[in-house]
């Protein structure tokens, strides 16, 4: 069975940089693509960011210039850096991956930014 777990959450202020990490286990296959979407209080999951097999990476308009999605060196780690972090930021965080054509999800990671 496939698990992701995400860390690095918590309460930042707002300008303030955060990184969150996704490990993957359970599984020996790459999972492709990965991605972060965030979930808001009374607002539906969205994407934050995506990031291919080769490496393409896609963000929301509202994250652009300022979060960085990367896969780490283990196989089917990931990152999401967020810098200049806005109190509109604020959600819970989860961590997703695609095996064999199903998605597989984290339990999320509560980010909170302050004022």
């Known amino acids: 069975q496939v698990q992701l777990v995400e860390s690095g959450g918590g309460l930042v202020q707002s300008g303030g940089s955060l990184r969150l990490s996704c490990a993957a286990s359970?599984?020996?296959?790459?999972?492709?693509?990965m991605g972060w979407y965030r979930q808001a209080p009374g607002k539906q999951r969205e994407l934050v960011a995506s990031?291919?097999?080769?490496?393409?990476?896609t963000y929301a308009d509202s994250v652009k210039g300022r979060f960085t999605i990367s896969r780490g060196n283990v196989q089917n780690t990931l990152y999401l850096q967020m810098n200049a972090l806005k109190r509109e930021d604020t959600a819970v965080y989860y961590c997703?991956?695609?095996?064999?054509?199903?998605?597989?999800w984290g339990q999320g990671a509560q980010v909170i930014v302050s004022s």
């Open positions: 990031i291919t097999s080769d490496d393409t990476v």
């Open positions: 359970g599984t020996v296959i790459r999972l492709s693509p």
């Open positions: 997703a991956g695609n095996r064999l054509g199903a998605d597989c």
